[in-house]
C-alpha cells in the first residue's frame, strides 16, 4: 500500500466501526454487538501504519521522528483538547472530590498512553458503573499507542539486523497466532485482563498488519465483490447478532476477519453496486471524523446520564446525543484535527516536538498538583455515612447466633448486627456467599471455581459451627438476569443451576434459594429469614443528589421524587422474584419468614422510595445502602431480636410468621 494512496472504502469502514459502537453506547436497538466497531478499528490501524512503515524502511526513507511525529499530529491535538474540556467541565459542576480524583487520574494515565493498564487495574467496560467514567473508551487508545511504539521498532529491527533471513510474514503470523491463543485461553481465567490488553489484543491489529504486507487482493473483480460483500456480512453480523457473549475470545475473529476481507476486497476495486455503501459521501465524510467522533462520544452520553439523573436512555434521546456527538466531532475535525494536521507549521520538528512536550506537561502538572480535601463530597451538604464496621460480632467459634449470607447487598446487614450484637450479647457473622450450585453464563473457570469454593466455606462452618438463625439478602435481579440495568443491547448473563442447566433463569433462583434452605436445615438452623430485594434508586445517590442540591437548589422532596424508585416500578421489576420468594415460604412454611421491610424506606405519600433524608444519603451508589439506608431497619430486627429471645424456651416460631 503506498503511503498516498486514499481508499475512500477504508474511511466508509472507519465510518460503520464509529456508528457501531456509538449507537451501542447509545443504546439504540438491535446493535447488540457495537462493541465490536473497536475490533474493526484495530484491523484499520494495523493494516494502515504497518503499510506505511513496510513502504519507508522499504525504500530506505523510514525515521522514527517523522512516524512519531504524524502520530502526534494524528492523536494529540484532539485528544488534549477533549482532557482539557472535561478538565474544566468537571472542575466547575463537580460536588464531589471523588469525581474530580477520578478524572484527573484517568486524564494522567491516558497521557501517559496507558489509560488501558489503568482501566483494567480499576473498573470493568461492561459495568454499568463505568458509565460514570468519561476516559473509560480511551482505553482502546492505549492499546493503539502501546502497539505503535512496538511495531516500528520491531519491523526496522527485522529488516535492518535480520537482512531478511526470517521472512517477516512469518513472524507476524507467529506473533498473530500466539496473541490469539492467549486471548482464547485467558478470557477463560481474566476477561478483564483480555479485554483490555495489548497482549491479547494484538492479533486485531496485526491481522491488519498481516494483509498489509502480504497485500493479498483478489485476481479478479468479480471475487473482488464477492470478497467486500462477505466481509460486510461478517461485520454485520457481528453487530446486529452478538448477544449474551463472552468478549473478545473467538468471537473477535468474525468482525476482524470481516474487516480484513473487506479492505482486500476494495484494494483496486472497480466500481461495482456496492459503490453506493463503500462510497458514500455521507459515510465517508463520518469516517474522516470518525477519531473526533470516537473521542466525543462517550464524555457526552456520560455526561447526559450524570446530569438527568437517570440511568435510562430513552431510543429519542440516544439518537439526539447521537447527532450532537457528530456535530461536536465535527467541530474538533474542522478546527482542531485538521489545521494541526496539515499545516505546515505544525510539520516542522522544532515546533511539534516541544509543544507536545509542554501541552502535556502542563496538563499532566495542573492534574498531578491539585490537593484535594479528604472528603467525600465537597461542602458536606448530602453526608455518606458508610463507616468501616466489622462483619464478626462476639464471634464464637462453636456457636454463633445469627449467620446473614449473600452478595453486596447483605454486607449492608453489618451495621444492624453491629449493634444490636452489641446490645443483647449475642454472636454474628457475614459470610458473602454466591447462589449455591449456580453460575452466570460465561462465566469463566476462576469465577466459577470461586463460587464452588465459597460454597464449601458455608459447609465447613455448618460442620465446626452451631448456626442457630440465617438470614439471606441478595440483589436478586442482577443475580438472576447478570446485569442490574436492562437496555436494548444490555448483555446478559443469566443464572444457571448447575444440577439442570435447561431451566429458566428464575427456577434456578428458586433451586439455589431451596438447596441454602435444606443445607441450613440439615445442619439444624432454627429458622431461616429471607428478605426482600432492595429498592433501587435512578443514579449515583450522593453524587446525583449533592448536585440536585447545589447546582439546581432542590429539596429533598424534590431530589427524592427525581432519585428515587416508585413503588410500582419496584413490583414490576421484582415480580417474578417476589414469586419464587412466595413460592419458597409457602413451601418451608414455619421455617422460613420472608422479610419485607421496604415500607421503611417509602415516602409519606407511599409511592417512591426515599433516597436522602435529614441530609444524609440513604445509599452509597445506586443500589447499596449506606448505614443511614440500613438503619431505617433497625426497629424491626430489635424487635425481631427482642421476640427470638424471650421466647426460644418455646417448641415453635409461629410468631415469626406474622405477616410484614
Known amino acids: ?38 475490533s474493526i478499528f484495530f484491523v484499520i490501524s494495523g493494516y494502515l501504519i504497518t503499510g506505511i512503515i513496510k513502504h519507508k524502511i522499504e525504500n530506505n526513507s523510514f525515521s522514527f521522528f517523522e512516524f512519531y511525529e504524524n502520530r ?19 472542575w466547575y ?59 516500528p521498532a520491531l519491523l526496522f529491527f527485522l529488516y535492518k539486523i535480520l537482512k531478511g533471513k526470517i521472512q517477516i510474514i512469518h513472524i507476524l503470523w507467529g506473533l498473530c497466532i500466539l496473541s490469539f491463543i492467549s486471548s482464547l485461553i485467558l478470557i477463560q481465567y481474566n476477561q478483564k485482563f ?67 476481507l473487506y479492505i482486500a476486497g476494495g484494494q483496486h476495486a472497480q466500481k461495482s453496486i456496492l459503490n453506493c455503501i463503500t462510497h458514500n459521501k455521507l459515510f465517508v465524510f463520518i469516517g474522516l471524523i470518525s477519531y473526533s467522533v470516537y473521542l466525543w462520544h462517550w464524555p457526552i452520553f456520560v455526561y447526559y446520564q450524570n446530569f438527568p439523573f437517570r440511568r435510562e436512555m430513552p431510543l429519542e434521546m440516544g439518537l439526539a446525543l447521537s447527532f450532537l456527538t457528530l456535530i461536536v466531532a465535527s467541530f474538533s475535525w474542522k478546527f482542531i484535527e485538521t489545521p494541526i494536521r496539515h499545516n505546515p507549521f505544525f510539520k516542522k520538528r522544532f515546533v511539534i516536538w516541544p509543544l507536545a512536550l509542554i501541552s502535556i506537561s502542563s496538563i499532566l502538572v495542573f492534574v498531578g498538583n491539585i490537593s484535594f480535601p479528604y472528603q467525600n463530597v465537597k461542602g458536606q451538604q448530602i453526608i455518606i455515612d458508610n463507616p468501616n464496621t466489622a462483619t464478626e460480632h462476639n464471634c464464637d467459634k462453636k456457636h454463633l447466633n445469627f449467620l446473614y449470607v449473600g452478595d453486596s447487598h447483605s454486607y449492608m446487614l453489618r451495621f444492624i448486627f453491629a449493634e444490636l450484637c452489641e446490645k443483647y450479647n449475642l454472636s454474628a457473622k457475614y459470610l458473602f ?21 465459597s460454597a464449601k466455606t458455608l459447609t465447613e462452618l455448618y460442620k465446626t459451627t452451631k448456626i442457630d438463625y440465617l438470614f439471606i439478602l441478595y440483589r436478586y435481579s442482577f443475580q438472576v438476569l447478570g446485569t442490574d440495568i436492562i437496555r436494548p443491547n444490555a448483555i446478559l448473563n443469566p443464572l444457571i443451576y448447575t444440577k439442570d442447566t435447561n431451566i429458566t433463569k428464575y427456577e434456578a433462583l428458586y433451586h439455589a434459594l431451596k438447596d441454602t434452605i435444606d443445607e441450613a436445615l440439615s445442619y439444624n438452623v432454627k429458622h431461616i429469614f429471607i428478605q426482600y430485594p432492595i429498592p433501587e ?52 412454611k414455619d421455617q422460613v419468614t420472608l422479610l419485607n421491610l421496604n415500607n421503611y424506606l417509602l415516602n409519606t405519600d407511599k409511592n417512591n422510595y426515599i433516597v ?38 418455646k417448641s415453635n416460631n409461629n410468631f415469626l410468621n406474622k405477616k410484614e
Open 433 to 453: 456467599l454466591p447462589l449455591k450450585n449456580t453460575y452466570n453464563q460465561n462465566q469463566n473457570i476462576t469465577e466459577r471455581k470461586n463460587r464452588k469454593k
Open 537 to 588: 434508586p435512578q443514579g449515583f445517590v450522593p453524587f446525583s443528589a449533592e448536585k440536585l442540591h447545589s447546582l439546581f437548589k432542590y429539596d429533598e422532596e424534590k431530589i427524592n421524587k427525581s432519585l428515587a424508585e416508585t413503588f410500582d416500578n419496584y413490583h414490576s421489576r421484582n415480580e417474578k422474584i417476589i414469586t419464587v420468594l412466595q413460592r419458597l415460604k409457602k413451601e418451608y
Open 72 to 90: 502526534i499530529r494524528r492523536i494529540l491535538p484532539a485528544l488534549l483538547f477533549l482532557v482539557t474540556c472535561l478538565a474544566f467541565f468537571t
Open 93 to 151: 459542576t463537580s460536588v464531589s472530590t471523588l469525581e474530580l480524583r477520578q478524572l484527573f487520574s484517568s486524564i494522567k494515565r491516558v497521557l501517559l498512553t496507558i489509560p488501558n493498564i489503568y482501566f483494567y487495574k480499576n473498573t470493568n467496560y461492561f459495568d454499568p458503573a463505568a458509565e460514570t467514567l468519561p476516559l473509560l473508551h480511551t482505553w482502546s487508545l492505549g492499546v493503539e499507542e502501546q502497539f505503535y511504539f512496538i511495531m
Open 1 to 38: 500500500m503506498e503511503k498516498k494512496e486514499y481508499r475512500p472504502d477504508i474511511d466508509v469502514l472507519r465510518a460503520i466501526a464509529v456508528l457501531a459502537v456509538v449507537f451501542y453506547h447509545a443504546h439504540i436497538p438491535y446493535f447488540y454487538g457495537g462493541y465490536v466497531g473497536v
Open 194 to 260: 483480555t479485554f483490555y490488553m495489548l497482549p491479547t489484543r494484538a492479533w486485531e491489529l496485526l491481522m491488519g498488519s498481516i494483509l498489509a504486507y502480504t497485500n493479498w487482493t483478489p485476481k479478479t473483480q468479480k471475487n473482488k465483490l464477492l470478497c467486500r460483500v462477505i466481509g460486510l456480512i461478517l461485520i454485520g453480523y457481528s453487530i446486529f447478532f452478538y448477544k449474551n457473549i463472552l468478549f473478545p475470545s473467538i468471537w473477535a475473529l468474525p468482525p476482524c476477519l470481516g474487516a480484513c
Open 612 to 649: 436522602v433524608e435529614n441530609n444524609y444519603a440513604l445509599y452509597t451508589d445506586d443500589d447499596h445502602l449506606s448505614k443511614t439506608g440500613a438503619m431505617k431497619f433497625l426497629p424491626y430486627f430489635n424487635t425481631l431480636f427482642q421476640k427470638i429471645f424471650n421466647t426460644q424456651e
